[in-house]
């Protein structure tokens, strides 16, 4: 039996098709045209014997084929950029760069602590830290732009080719301005929030069902006022200089709250709580800088 003809570009070409959805998109990325990428996916179905994209209304999507071929074009392409970056870093002397991707109560929470400990090793590597939604970070992890990802304990349906290592646990919390009105109101947080701005999660973030559940719970379908983001340095500034109640990671507020800038509101958010840990792809090898960083990470967790 003869080994299929599978190249580079066929993997390339076949990854942005996935993180994209669309051939078009594909191209504009890749700077090709779009039948230049239709060729080039055929030529991989035929080289493979299968479908790997399917039509879906106006876009595609990946057959039962494509999701088990994913997997391995992505281990396939993040070990080829591996190879090149490690071969090009040996022949000008520089260290390998780590390409990490944190959830924003990570990146202002635990990353300083971490880095500055790993400074200290002195392995000359360079870091790369890139902050983002946790669905965002794991595509980039699964796709091979990323090493790393440190942020809350995805689901089931999401971790498939990932390891977790959990670090702690973290809930949200409801906070606001110091000398906010709602804090001596005297009536029921849940039953003012509608009278103020709300920043959210936004509904793909990993926390916003959590935070769904807790609001249906409490009687609140929705809200007049809410405004979605991810932005830490938005939602601290727009806190601090209104009326806002910023419904947030422990993690993002825990120094405005633990200096007196900001205070959370009396709600029980226990059920929340939820694990924040590290996510490698199963396949992947830590080189020593990494393996380094990684232990830096999680002596700045155990000292939060």
């Known amino acids: 039996m003869s080994e299929p003809n599978v190249k580079f570009r066929h993997l390339q070409a076949f990854i942005e098709v996935a993180r994209h959805k669309s051939v078009v998109k594909a191209a504009g990325f890749l700077n090709v045209s779009q039948p230049a990428v239709t060729k080039t996916i055929r030529e991989l179905e035929e080289a493979l014997g299968v479908a790997l994209v399917e039509r879906e209304g106006r876009g595609i999507r990946l057959s039962r084929y494509g999701e088990v071929f994913l ?22 002397g520089e260290a390998p760069l780590i390409r990490i991707g944190a959830l924003p109560t990570v990146s202002s929470h635990i990353m300083p602590r971490a880095v500055d400990l790993f400074l200290k090793e002195k392995t000359g590597s360079r870091i790369k830290i890139v902050t983002g939604e946790n669905s965002v970070l794991l ?6 732009d990323l090493d790393l990802v440190i942020g809350r304990l995805a689901g089931a349906d999401r971790m498939a080719g990932f ?29 003012e929030l509608g009278d103020y701005p709300i920043l959210m999660p936004t509904t793909s973030s990993i926390i916003r069902p959590f935070v769904d559940r807790l609001l249906i719970a409490n009687g609140i379908s929705s809200l007049p006022n809410q405004i979605e983001t991810v932005s830490d340095s938005f939602g601290r500034a727009f806190v601090l200089s209104s009326d806002a109640v910023w419904i947030i990671s422990s993690g993002v507020v825990s120094r405005d709250i633990g200096t007196g800038l900001m205070q959370a509101l009396p709600i029980d958010t226990s059920d929340t709580q939820g694990p924040v840990g590290l996510t490698m792809r199963t396949d992947a090898i830590p080189s020593i800088a990494m393996s380094l960083l990684i232990q830096t990470i999680r002596e700045a967790a155990g000292s939060r």
């Open 71 to 92: 997997k391995h074009a992505g281990a396939a392409i993040a070990a080829l950029r591996q190879g090149v970056d490690s071969v090009s870093q040996e022949r000008v």
């Open 139 to 144: 595509e980039q992890l699964r796709f091979g």
């Open 163 to 191: 390891i977790f290592e959990h670090l702690y646990s973290e809930r949200v919390v409801f906070t606001v301005r110091a000398g906010h009105p709602i804090l001596t109101s005297g009536h029921s947080s849940f039953s």
